[in-house]
């Protein structure tokens, strides 16, 4: 299983095997504003401001860094919403 992104047009793309966005999380609850509350609520009709608090906040470990390049990359083209779903819950 693994976790999607998608936007108000539908599917963005793949985004994380479940124990990459599991160590995303980790990391991204010690964080402020877009990127915690993305995580706690699985979207965010900002992607605007989650693209800059990606960008313009602190460099992320190594080990999310993969995730964390492929969030900023949807939130960037993500028209009005962008919804990170396992496609289950």
Do not use: H
């Amino acid at each position: 299983m693994s976790y999607c992104a998608y936007d108000a047009n539908g599917y963005l793309g793949d985004l994380a095997s479940n124990g990459g966005w599991a160590t995303f999380v980790r990391w991204a609850q010690r964080q402020n504003g877009p990127v915690r509350a993305l995580v706690e609520e699985g979207f965010t009709d900002s992607p605007t401001e989650l693209a800059a608090a990606l960008t313009d906040g602190p460099a992320p470990p190594s080990d999310v860094e993969e995730v964390w390049f492929g969030l900023k990359d949807f939130a960037g083209r993500a028209d009005s919403v962008l919804i990170v779903w396992d496609g289950v819950g």
